[in-house]
């Protein structure tokens, strides 16, 4: 026996003596170690695989305790011929070749379209600019917490709770902090009787759909809108009211009218990350109290408003008992968890939890447990604050980004917070050309047409998400954008070489700033004014109730008009070759390119 | 503040300092710890709490480390307002009254019946004699093993693989696990694109139902048979054709022909737990290649035959893809796990697999890579051979005293394993009356009327499993079972007061036994005889092979036969009035209830 019976695995996590564990019983159970053959002596072993004696030696005792080795006296050891023996008919022979009748293949029941959800590359963590939304980010996880969850979740007397047969019942413990942590949080109060612990949000929208929906139900559904849901739908036949959005959320109108149920995404459209105003909320309550229409409230994302305060659930003003609301854990937590929960009458809610348990029975009640734990602790209120630090960082990086290098070629959808932007290019953009020319630079962005069911997908939007990149990409991978979109435009872009206009220089740009009140129309559409102080100083405010003011301080240097802001630009020193085109201030950076295009406007006082 | 702000609960597996923080987080979000309030010093709360002062200080300095509390110079800890503040209009007014409209119930689709499944009483843990099937037993789970799986799965490196969205992927490490340790044991070769992973057994019913099966589809199923597959197909609407089942497995005829999918339990049947014999198996999948039927192979429990091998699955000895094969990893292990997989034509696997997406996108990945380390580790195959043995004792175990105390109350369905027996009482019984009386003397056994979807549910059969009554009770439930019987049929059973036949004592006594074979039925339907010889010895062959062989000693002693068997009757001493009724011996015990009958037989060299 020259060779050993295994190898390890350097890089293996587990320790030597139990990797030797695995890899003997790989060897075993698979018949690569001979029958009837003795098992080299523990020296030998440990000498082939340069480990302790000892090491073998335990693993080897480990294996006899557990019947896999016996040990003959004076010969040594043995593989257990039982082991094998309860392996039916284990034959070695090649697998015949076996092909499903063509019949058969026709005889599939309602297949599913080819219609296939968009994905993005499977390596994406290998470009450095993923804006992507809805991707598990590995930083954020909170690993010491969920094992700390997990670990207590396998105590003896909890496994005695989640291991068995429960029938249809969830986790008692897990619904309890559903109702008394993360319902609050919506405004929403629920008896546990209202809640249904779901294998994620889409199995919680899936029950819901089967219970009430079939082709005489017609539906109402955003467009755009989640996919997913339009897929369901579809399934059951049902018709369909494609609803549009604005910038208050789903436009609410008598459309609605013929639609017993209503499909919405208030807290951020999906896609466009648009909140649902409370009038808009107001006035879709009452439209379905009004036709008694039920209405399903995806509430897929954790609270994320950046710019003002959350608003209450739909739910959580919705006085007879209309809502439907679903929702989960798992989504920004990690979504291989898959755990949901849905929120309704307890009419519903049975029914729902009849059909479940035709279907799955239940969630993962260890799963259950685990994040009961998680809850109970403070780890989800702890980790949910710091995602909200963390996205809202990137949110605004991206939004600022965007607004300082891309101000001419797009504008964003308004949007209060959420993980992603929905941005709008040039009209004649192609977005499927241009995401593929980004990735190629590194770049992922989303495009936006399987949002659509319609005709309406409109080729010039894309979808830039937060969840998957770094802050401190953010800015670099925007830059690396706009040297795309320049690339693209190359002869269409307004350049300091071909811009129309004067060049300022000397007194005449002098003149043509100080004391002057600069005004423009921001990327995120908020209006946005610098004063340019005789001074040196200069006062920035944007947002229609200038919410956003920074101060800096400008100069002029080489004939060029050079502007410091403390906050805004990243606080870095810009320097700008001036143009000024009737009474149109242009300003382009270093490499030619138009960076701000500004109304001038004298002060009075001057 | 004279009380506590919170208490400990000394019952807790937590830490203190991690229950202090716990208690204090629900407390504030909660809103119960009034805002604007300063904290008690960490001196006064380890005082209230009697805990050391150290723990509230690190308790404290982990919730403002976390932004619970903040800290005002010279003043003390407060709640931070901001934590309060991200939950949207938290109301503590009571809840409206709302109520789903009446139309709104009436619209629900397929609602399902009120035809509930079977359910043990949820306390089945207090009884001492649970003879139950399928419920979990935690003294047989593998805590430490399945701990340090699961530990292994929460690596960092493991959570990366798992943690993010895979759209409608499984976890490769668990299919090559069960590929090449699973699927051997059942003499199936799988290549990965044949396996999907499914939310428990269940799960993968319902994809294959959903896939194959609507109203115009004929499906055979087994009667008795699963319920939980009966109300999948009667969903969408199936014509369902039943197929009594006998010794050999589901009866395969001509009435089959009909049917585009058969859907069948050759391992053990549910519930009789009845084996398929080769030639059936074989029968069934000629049937199915002649008409092109699809057959679903629900192999629900671990591979068990005590009695003879195991057989393979169908799916191993089907050669053109026909059967559908479905399983499970949680059954045995933890029921509230949900693991199933299924293994098919991969056509079959990639309709299901977008099925599954469109439901509940995957099981949970974290849950798949455990189960994937704890197969590697060869964790499954130890659990699986302890559970093997376990549960062969117990079968055993109730089989003996079945047939020892109940022989003239019960016969047997023949089985040669399983988890639970299906036993047959005398024409007049009532067996829901029955088991409720047992259930009032803490013996609990299933009827068996809800596997019968036909109105031939047998009035006198019932199901006594062995997965959750540890073996010392084996013995004992079944003594007290006989007690119940008896005292429900005292007028009709016969005891030795009002037994025909003589009385025999002295010399009659010994003549009629010295030199005989006693030849009997035992309760499982195998023959028995009795070597009774003249020089005290007992020789005893049981089986149609004789292959239970035993043997003991007997005398006489006070007008009674004593016996005692070296393993048979558990190696007691049997003390018996015998009386003769034409040559018919029948033993009574010492409370008068008849124990044995059989046929006398003088030897013929007498």
């Not at 090491?55 to 557990?66: H, N």
């Amino acid at each position: 026996m020259a060779n050993a019976i295994i190898y390890l695995d350097p890089d293996s996590e587990l320790n030597l003596q139990a990797q030797i564990r695995q890899k003997l019983v790989d060897a075993i159970v698979l018949g690569t170690f001979p029958e009837g053959e003795r098992l080299p002596s523990s020296r030998k072993l440990a000498d082939q695989l340069g480990v302790a004696r000892n090491t073998v030696v335990l693993a080897y005792q480990q294996l006899i305790d557990e019947g896999y080795l016996i040990s003959r006296e004076r010969s040594g050891l043995y593989v257990n011929e039982k082991v094998r023996e309860n392996h039916a008919n284990f034959t070695s022979a090649a697998q015949p070749v076996r092909e499903l009748t063509a019949t058969w293949r026709r005889r599939f029941k309602g297949l599913l379209t080819t219609d296939q959800a968009f994905a993005f590359p499977h390596n994406w963590q290998q470009y450095p600019y993923p804006f992507l939304e809805g991707q598990f980010d590995h930083s954020l996880y909170p690993v010491r917490e969920w094992r700390e969850a997990s670990r207590l979740a396998l105590g003896v007397r909890e496994i005695n709770e989640w291991a068995g047969e429960t029938g249809d019942l969830d986790d008692p413990m897990l619904i309890e902090q559903i109702r008394t942590k993360i319902l609050p949080r919506r405004g929403i109060q629920a008896r546990p009787e209202e809640i249904l612990i779901t294998v994620g949000t889409q199995q919680a929208l899936h029950l819901v759909v089967e219970l009430l929906v079939d082709s005489s139900v017609p539906v109402a559904v955003e467009e755009p809108g989640y996919p997913g849901m339009r897929r369901l739908l579809a399934q059951r036949g049902a018709p369909l009211v494609y609803q549009p959005v604005d910038e208050q959320g789903m436009v609410v109108d008598e459309k609605l009218d013929d639609c017993q149920i209503i499909c919405v995404t208030p807290s951020h459209q999906t896609p466009t990350a648009v909140t649902m105003s409370m009038e808009r909320r107001e006035a879709l309550l009452a439209r379905a109290r009004a036709q008694d229409s039920l209405i399903i409230e995806d509430d897929y994302e954790f609270e994320s408003n950046y710019l003002t305060h959350p608003h209450p659930a739909l739910r959580s003003i919705d006085t007879d008992d209309r809502v439907i609301y679903v929702s989960c854990l798992s989504k920004v937590l990690a979504p291989g968890l898959r755990l949901g929960f849905m929120v309704a009458a307890p009419e519903i809610i049975n029914e729902a939890r009849k059909l479940r348990h035709l279907m799955v029975r239940h969630p993962p009640l260890n799963n259950q447990r685990t994040a009961a734990f998680f809850l109970s602790l403070g780890h989800y209120d702890t980790f949910l604050m710091h995602l909200y630090q963390t996205f809202e960082e990137r949110w605004i990086a991206l939004r600022r980004a965007l607004n300082y290098y891309m101000l001419f070629y797009v504008e964003m959808a308004p949007a209060q917070g959420g993980s992603s932007l929905w941005v709008r290019g040039p009209e004649d953009l192609d977005v499927k050309y241009v995401a593929e020319q980004a990735a190629k630079r590194g770049i992922l962005i989303e495009p936006v047409d399987h949002y659509y069911a319609t005709s309406n997908a409109p080729k010039n939007c894309f979808r830039m998400g937060i969840t998957s990149i770094p802050h401190e990409r953010i800015r670099d991978g925007v830059l690396q954008l706009r040297e795309l979109f320049h690339d693209l435009t190359k002869n269409k872009t307004e350049t300091f070489e071909n811009a129309s206009g004067e060049h300022l220089t000397g007194q005449r740009l002098k003149d043509a700033l100080e004391g002057n009140t600069m005004i423009s129309i921001i990327a995120y559409g908020d209006p946005c004014t610098i004063e340019i102080c005789p001074d040196g100083l200069l006062v920035g405010k944007a947002g229609y109730a200038s919410e956003d003011l920074d101060q800096g301080k400008w100069w002029i240097e080489n004939e060029r008009w050079h502007r410091q802001w403390s906050r805004w630009a990243w606080g870095e020193v810009g320097i700008y070759d001036v143009r000024l085109d009737g009474d149109v201030i242009k300003l382009f950076d270093e490499d030619g390119w138009l960076i701000d295009r500004y109304v001038a406007q004298k002060e009075e006082t001057e």
